[in-house]
């Protein structure tokens, strides 16, 4: 799956990769390459940022163990079989008002370099935020914002719906 996914997406603008790109659970059992993660990480650290504080840190696990630790909750047992997690963090003591946005933009463009790269990922809420923390040591002051896991699609899901246009977007008034 891989060339045929790699090969369309070259091909795509980036419009139609971000309308293409869908939540992966099911990932191949092949490592990303480092030169790889190095550019969605690069991707995130570009983002742009209130006062371009960049009030964000990234946890890269690829730990077997603390990826186990990590998918123990409802919605998370996928997370597990995923050949890297990334834990955003925010530092909520040098823009409490934006660190969280802030973060949530630079994973986000992890997300859509890494469908660009052949790479799926699927955004993850269902964690204990203490539980984390505590794995991690991840000091105070710091928010986890999301988990997100990557690797080489094992899926194809189909799109789901979504509400149209009309029903969420008005102009000059709500």
Known sequence: MKNVVGNRRRHM????IILSRRSIRRYEKREIPEEVMKK????GR???SAKNIQP?????????EIKEELSRGRYSKFIGDSPVVIVGCADLRSSRKWAVVDTTIAMQNMVIAAWALGIGSCWVGDFDEEQVRELLGIPDGWKV?????FGYPAERPKARPKKSLEEIVSYNRF
């Open 46 to 48: 570009q983002a742009p």
């Open 145 to 149: 914002v999301a988990l997100i896991t």
């Open 40 to 43: 969605i990480l690069e991707a």
């Open 56 to 64: 964000w840190h990234f946890i890269v696990i690829t730990d077997d």
């Open 13 to 16: 603008s980036l419009v139609d």
